[in-house]
């Protein structure tokens, strides 16, 4: 059932992952402060969007496990956080380099955006640890679904507490007193978006396919009674 | 715009093109390393899941060729549609 559409939802992504490349490449004009480096912007401000709505949906999922206690939610939300994290990886890293090649340092501890992604980022790499160390299904389940719903709601209030923190370093992309991006800046920019937003999507499907499968592969053997092989190593939830 | 965006790199106060380079080259080739790992683990848990998939066929074919030898204990073990069956309503996930 996961698996539904799941071949053209990935065909779509590799087709716009390529037109959001060339555009970015050959269509993007180059920034008149920035020049070459800008171009890691059309990857780097969309990964960083894409997981903070990621972590933002894992706790409405989170919530509509509370709501129904139905275990599928709770595994949509923990797959939307991980794929989150993984998002927050890239987003460290490719923000590291930016910074590098534009201030000269890898890392800004006085700059309010930085240091309160990785506030988020290092909050959410504790749900791991904090859902493992219940052995419980039913209570593990309860208590990260809490912890996705807390941390979710936080999510929203650091990205306004930054927005209001007066700084002069990190750039203001949207809104700002000089407009913004230019049209062909923000096209670019957008498609980039919906690019990885495609690629988070797909990619949550892909970890739900595989997670019901393996299910559907256990239950298969407790119903036929068959030895297991060798001892779970499973720590996610399973989906059925 | 692109005729003074192609003029931009001579003038503007930003990295040459050839030092700038590496830096973008950096983020895009981590993006794509971390996109390629990613779907490695995954290729490496649907082997593991196909492995076990083709065990337990291997396992309920040669129950089942048990139960055909010993027909008198047919009634103790169910047959593999009999179980299928009895837990199918539940398969399929969302």
Known sequence: MYGKGLRPLSIATVAMLAVSLSLIFF???????????????????????VALIGFVVGGVFAIAHLRTNNRKWDAYSYVAIHMSVIFGVAVLITGAIWAKA????WWVWD???????????????TYYPFRYAIEDPERQARYASVFAITAGAFVPLNFMAVRMAQSLVHPRTFATANGGLPGEMMFVFLCSLVTMA???VTLVKFELTAKSAS????????????????????IAPEVS | MHTLAALLPLGAPALPLDEAGKYVAGAFIVFMVLLVVYVAIM???LQRIERELRELASFAESRA???????GRESEAPSISDSLASHGSRGGGA
Do not use: C, N
């Open chain 1, 102 to 105: 534009s201030w000269g340092h």
């Open chain 1, 198 to 200: 495609l690629l988070w």
């Open chain 1, 215 to 234: 299910g559907q592969v256990k239950r298969l053997r407790r119903a036929l009674d068959a030895p297991a092989p060798g001892a779970s190593s499973r």
């Open chain 2, 43 to 45: 290729a490496a848990k």
């Open chain 1, 27 to 49: 269509y993007a004009p180059l920034d008149a402060d920035q020049g070459f480096i800008q171009k890691i912007f059309y990857l780097h401000v969309p990964l960083a969007i």
């Open chain 2, 65 to 71: 060729k048990g139960e055909e030898a010993a027909p």
């Open chain 1, 111 to 125: 700059e309010p955006t930085l240091v309160s992604f990785l506030i988020v980022f290092l909050m959410y790499a």
